[in-house]
């Protein structure tokens, strides 16, 4: 595979976290000019935000979880030239996972869709790092 094969789906990510941070800028800046939240002390994340400035906060932190793990992966999987296509392809499975559930978190926020993208996004991670360390560890 090549570089830009591997890293596409890495720039994709990136791309979405990048988006939702600066959505979500803007939402709390709106809000914030707006008048819709007193700043107090401690952690802005317990400022009482509107919904949607909150739903888009919490979408942005949570590329802040998973994906950091599949940065690593496709990191090691480039170094070792273990990116193959089914890692390729694995790896565009998991980023549509997580551009999924950022569009059912920032929009109707159904809790169990928003779980169900969450779980297929961990699994495929899950095994992409159980293949790569069973090449790995087997080579």
Aim: charged residues 15%; proline residues 4%.
């Amino acid at each position: 595979m090549t570089v830009q094969a591997i890293l596409a789906p890495l720039f994709a990510q990136v791309l979405l976290t990048f988006a939702l941070m600066i959505w979500m800028a803007q939402t709390r800046f709106a809000a914030a000019r707006a008048g819709k939240v007193t700043p107090n002390k401690g952690s802005p994340r317990t400022f009482g935000w509107p919904e949607k400035a909150q739903q888009v906060a919490d979408s942005f932190h949570n590329q802040l979880e998973l994906p950091p793990l599949f940065y690593v992966l496709v990191t090691l999987a480039l170094v070792t030239k273990e990116a193959d296509l089914l890692f390729v392809a694995m790896s565009w499975a998991f980023v549509a996972s997580r551009y999924v559930h950022a569009y059912v978190h920032t929009g109707r926020n159904r809790t169990m869709t928003r779980f169900r993208c969450y779980f297929v996004g961990a699994l495929i991670l899950l095994a992409m790092w159980a293949i790569f360390a069973i090449r790995i560890l087997a080579a």
